[in-house]
C-alpha cells in the first residue's frame, strides 16, 4: 500500500514539473474601446465620438467647424440643442430655431421655419451691436441651405436709428432673397458717405437644398467693402468719399442699441454664422471656413497613456475593429519602455504598425498605443475606430521553491533549497530581515535583503548579530529577464549564537 502512494505521488510531482516546464509566458490581450470604453486616452486632437460597430461608443474625425479667436465678436457652430455665442459676447433673447445635425459643419445646424422671427441676440457693450459708435473692420460669415428662395426672405436684420445733426435718422443692415441671389442692404450706416444707402447684390443663383458660404467684409483702412460665395468674390465697391481705394474712409458708425435678428423670415438651414473684428481679404483668411470639406484634411489622433503590463512583456499584434471607407486610413503606432517617466513626443520612438499583422522589437513595461485617422482627399468621408485590441505576451513569475532550510552558526546562517520545479526560473534571492515578514535587513556581509544568489541553491550570510532572530525566504527570478522574480517560499528562522560552529 506504501509503495502505491509513493508511486501516485511520484506521478503527480513529474506531471507537475512536466507541465511548469511547458508554461514559460502567458498571452494576454487588453481592451481599448468597445465594451471598456476610451478611457485609456491620454490625447484626442481632432477626434470624437460617435456610434461604431455593435453600438460601442467610437472614435471619428470632428467636423471641421470654426473656432472663436482674440478678433471673434459673436460665434454660433449651432453644434447643439441649446444655442450659445462661443465667445459670451452676445445673449440668446428669443429662439425659434430647430436643432438639426443636417450640418455642413460641427455636429449640428439650425433649421428656421421662416416664422416667429428666428433668433434675436442682444449684444454686450464689448460686441459691436452692443454699444453705440465706431464699429471698425468686420467680417459677417455664415452657411446657408435655402428650402425656397423666394423673394423677400430675410438671413440676418437690425434695425435702429442714429441722431445726425439733431435729425433722427432709419438705420438698417439686412441680407435678404432678391431673384434668387442674396442683396446686402445698409441705410445711414457709413459716415459721411455720399449715399445713405449701399446695395450690394450677388450674382451666384442660390440653389434650394445646396450649402453655400456667405462672407461679407469691410476693411477700415481703405474703405473696401467685399461679399464673396463660397470664396468668391461676387461684389465689391469701395465706401470712400471718391468711391476709390485712395478716398477718404467712410466708416461705419452704430447708433441706438438693437438686437441682431437672424432667420427672421427665412426657410432653410443656418450653420456656423460668425463675426469678426477684421477684414477676410487680409491674412486672416485662415480663420474660416475653407472649401466645401467636412473633416479636417489634416485628421486627427487619439493617443493611449502608458499602459502597465509587467516585465519583459512583448507586444505581438494588434487588432482593431473599424469602419474604413474608400481612400480613408487609420494608422497606428506602438512604443514601449521599463518606465514612462521623461516620456515626450518623440522619445522613445514611435513604431509604425499594421492592424491583424505581426510585431517585432516592442518590449517593455509599459506600452503605448496612437492612432491617426485620415479623410478622403475630398474631406467628405471619416474612418470610424471601434475597438482596439492589443495582444501581447507576459513572462510567468517563476515558482518559489518548494523546501527551504536553515542552520545557524557563529554570527552567520546558512540557507539552503530545492531547485524549483518551474524551468523558467534562472536563480533566487534570499530575502532576510528581524521582523516576520519583513525582509529589509542590512547587516549581512554578502549584501541587503534580497541578496541576488545566482543558480545555486545555498548561501551563508555572515556578519549577522549572535542572539538576533533572523527570518527568510527565497524566491526565484526568470531566466528571460532577472527584475522578474516569483512570489516568496515559506518562510524559516533562525538566531545565530557564539556557542555554534561558524
Request: include cysteine.
Amino acid at each position: 500500500m506504501k509503495k502505491m502512494i509513493d508511486m501516485k505521488n511520484l506521478f503527480l510531482f513529474t506531471s507537475l514539473c512536466l507541465a511548469s516546464s511547458l508554461v514559460f509566458a502567458s498571452q494576454t490581450t487588453k481592451i481599448i474601446g468597445g465594451t471598456n470604453g476610451w478611457g485609456e486616452l491620454q490625447e484626442q486632437v481632432g477626434v470624437t465620438t460617435g456610434k461604431g460597430y455593435y453600438g460601442y461608443e467610437a472614435i471619428q474625425l470632428v467636423t471641421s467647424t470654426q473656432e472663436s479667436t482674440d478678433a471673434t465678436d459673436l460665434l454660433l457652430t449651432f453644434d447643439g440643442k441649446q444655442i450659445k455665442d462661443s465667445t459670451g459676447h452676445y445673449t440668446v433673447k428669443t429662439n425659434n430655431l430647430v436643432y438639426t445635425t443636417d450640418a455642413v459643419k460641427g455636429r449640428g445646424a439650425a433649421l428656421s421655419r421662416g416664422v416667429n422671427r428666428g433668433l434675436a441676440l442682444e449684444g454686450s457693450s464689448s460686441s459691436i451691436f452692443g454699444k453705440s459708435g465706431l464699429t471698425g473692420a468686420f467680417t459677417i460669415e455664415f452657411w446657408m441651405n435655402p428650402s425656397i428662395a423666394e423673394n423677400g426672405e430675410t438671413v440676418i436684420s437690425w434695425r435702429s436709428s442714429i441722431s445726425v445733426d439733431g435729425d433722427s435718422k432709419y438705420q438698417t443692415i439686412s441680407a435678404s432673397f432678391f431673384n434668387n441671389h442674396l442683396r446686402w442692404e445698409f441705410n445711414n450706416i457709413f459716415s459721411k458717405y455720399e449715399s445713405d444707402e449701399i446695395i450690394m447684390d450677388g450674382i451666384s443663383t442660390l440653389v434650394p437644398r445646396k450649402w453655400t458660404r456667405h462672407t461679407l467684409s469691410f476693411d477700415d483702412t481703405n474703405g473696401l467693402l467685399e461679399y464673396c460665395v463660397d470664396g468668391r468674390t461676387e461684389a465689391l465697391m469701395y465706401v470712400t468719399t471718391s468711391k476709390h481705394e485712395n478716398g477718404t474712409v467712410c466708416y461705419p458708425v452704430l447708433g441706438v442699441k438693437a438686437d441682431l435678428e437672424i432667420c427672421p423670415e427665412f426657410s432653410g438651414r443656418i450653420d456656423n454664422f460668425r463675426i469678426d473684428h477684421r477684414p477676410f481679404h487680409l491674412e486672416s483668411k485662415n480663420l474660416y471656413a475653407t472649401g466645401n470639406e467636412k473633416y479636417k484634411v489634416d485628421g486627427g489622433k487619439i493617443t493611449t497613456n502608458p499602459i502597465m503590463v509587467s516585465r519583459a512583456a512583448t507586444l505581438n499584434r494588434i487588432d482593431a475593429l473599424m469602419d474604413v471607407p474608400p481612400q480613408t486610413e487609420v494608422r497606428f503606432y506602438v512604443r514601449s519602455g521599463d518606465n514612462c517617466y521623461g516620456w515626450n513626443d518623440t522619445f522613445p520612438a514611435w513604431k509604425e504598425v499594421v492592424s491583424g499583422q505581426e510585431i517585432s522589437g516592442v518590449t517593455g513595461l509599459y506600452f503605448q498605443l496612437s492612432a491617426e485617422l485620415l479623410p478622403d482627399g475630398g474631406g467628405s468621408k471619416s474612418p470610424v475606430l471601434s475597438e482596439i485590441k492589443m495582444k501581447y505576451t507576459e513572462q510567468d513569475d517563476p515558482l518559489p521553491p518548494f523546501t527551504v532550510n536553515v542552520e545557524p552558526g557563529n554570527e552567520c546562517v546558512t540557507i539552503s533549497w530545492s531547485y524549483s520545479v518551474d524551468d523558467t526560473a534562472g536563480g533566487y534571492y534570499v530575502y532576510y530581515g528581524n521582523k516576520s515578514g519583513e525582509y529589509l535587513g542590512v547587516a549581512a556581509v554578502e549584501g541587503a535583503s534580497p541578496v541576488k544568489v545566482g543558480n545555486k541553491t545555498s548561501i551563508k550570510l555572515t556578519g549577522l548579530k549572535n542572539g538576533t532572530i533572523y527570518y527568510f525566504a527565497v524566491s526565484a527570478y526568470s531566466k528571460v529577464d532577472g527584475r522578474i522574480s516569483g512570489n516568496l517560499s515559506k518562510e524559516v528562522y533562525a538566531r545565530p549564537s557564539a556557542r555554534l560552529k561558524k
